[in-house]
């Protein structure tokens, strides 16, 4: 274990990412964990042997039906095709969460043909998140491929079956199948690429900037314990900002957590979400125990692609928050002064009261319970 100072300039114990040396413990993670290395060893000849045949079938599939894409173009179906291509990924993208769900979720290694040819990658991967960056391209798209070519194949069918006329109304049917087979296959591919972080050509880095594409930052969040948010590992749609905030809304309302912090809208008809109250329970062994601290928080028009306004509501000794004024200070705060769009209000409360903890606040006399800043 490690002792360092994050950004908050608070000492916090932390796991060393290198794998222990033999006879000083075990890896916690990494390629060098018991568990790591023996998932790894099932990959057997046969499943190798499959995904070739399964990349090969999947790649001459689709070049085939691309070709009678092109051939068969008109430019009335124009819009038709750019939703059709829209809708085959964003139906990748929501397959490619469900899929990673289910996997994490339920069944074992142990389970016949499923478990070690399917399951055991995403068992692997947890352990060892960067495994999949030392998978070639084979290993890394052969199960997608699978998934691909039978859907494939019935394209293919019916270009060779069907008339011209019947082939011109189905059309953008077929780009959306399209679409959706390109992006369900390239599904490992692009997850592999938000674990790499070096050597990247700069088109990928592009479309994760743009978000077209799994971004690294935003597939970060999944791989906190405990693994339950941020499934899906194909693109990212951004969600617009009302819609997020409904969601922390509706979060706050159920009293997400254990109590310790809560948050809701200032005026409940404030149709622009922006005016928040936060409250934060005083943690106990501190001289903040036994209080409540009330907060205003502005969500901006750019929110959450930008930090919100934090200001206490309630006098408050605390490093980082302007005595006069009770505004909190983005650069003393690990989540606004590091912010990503992933962040929540609910992340920065709980921030401001872990900082409560930390030693060189512990013990700061604190104003009389109740007073309030003036501004």
């Known amino acids: 274990m490690a002792r360092m100072v994050n950004a908050s300039g608070c000492g916090v114990e932390t796991q060393s990412t290198e794998a222990e040396a033999p006879g000083r413990g075990s890896a916690r993670w990494g390629p060098q964990h018991a568990g790591a290395q023996e998932l790894a060893t099932l990959y057997s000849p046969g499943k190798r042997c499959q995904e070739w045949l399964c990349v090969a079938l999947c790649f001459s599939l ?108 189905f059309y953008p049917w077929y780009c959306y199948w399209f679409a959706l087979a390109i992006f369900v296959t390239l ?35 999944h791989h906190v314990s405990p693994h339950e948010t941020y499934f899906c590992i194909t693109t990212v749609v951004k969600v617009p900002r009302n819609f997020r905030l409904l969601e922390e809304l509706e979060e706050g309302q159920k009293g997400v957590g254990d109590g310790t912090v809560s948050w809701g809208l200032e005026d409940d008809d404030d149709m622009t979400l922006t005016h928040w109250r936060g409250v934060i329970l005083g943690p106990q062994r501190t001289s903040f125990e036994n209080r409540m601290y009330n907060l205003k ?72 319970e109740g007073q309030i800043y003036n501004n």
Request: proline share 7%.
């Open 297 to 368: 928080v502005v969500c901006g028009p750019e929110y959450p692609e930008s930090p919100p306004f934090v200001k206490f509501v309630t006098k408050i000794n605390l490093n980082g928050v302007h005595t006069s004024s009770g505004e909190v200070d983005v650069n003393a705060v690990t989540a606004l002064a590091k912010w990503q769009n992933s962040y929540s209000i609910r992340m920065v409360l709980l921030e401001l009261r872990r900082l409560m903890t930390c030693k060189e606040n512990t013990k700061l006399p604190q104003p009389p």
């Open 62 to 169: 689709m070049a085939f039906n691309f070709i009678h894409l092109l051939v068969n173009f008109h430019l009335g179906h124009l819009w038709y095709i750019l939703l059709s291509i829209v809708a085959g990924i964003l139906t990748a993208d929501f397959a490619s969460g469900l899929v990673h769900w289910g996997a994490d979720t339920w069944g074992s290694v142990d389970l016949p043909v499923v478990g070690k040819a399917f399951i055991r990658p995403f068992r692997e991967h947890h352990i060892d998140p960067t495994a999949i960056t030392r998978h070639d391209f084979i290993e890394t798209n052969g199960d997608n491929c699978m998934l691909t070519i039978v859907p494939l194949a019935n394209m293919a069918f019916s270009f060779l079956t069907l008339s011209p006329t019947e082939i011109y109304h």
């Open 187 to 221: 599904t490992n591919q692009i997850h592999k690429w938000s674990h790499t972080y070096v050597g990247l050509p700069r088109w990928v880095v592009f479309l994760q900037d743009c978000h077209v594409i799994l971004p690294r930052k935003h597939h970060r969040v």
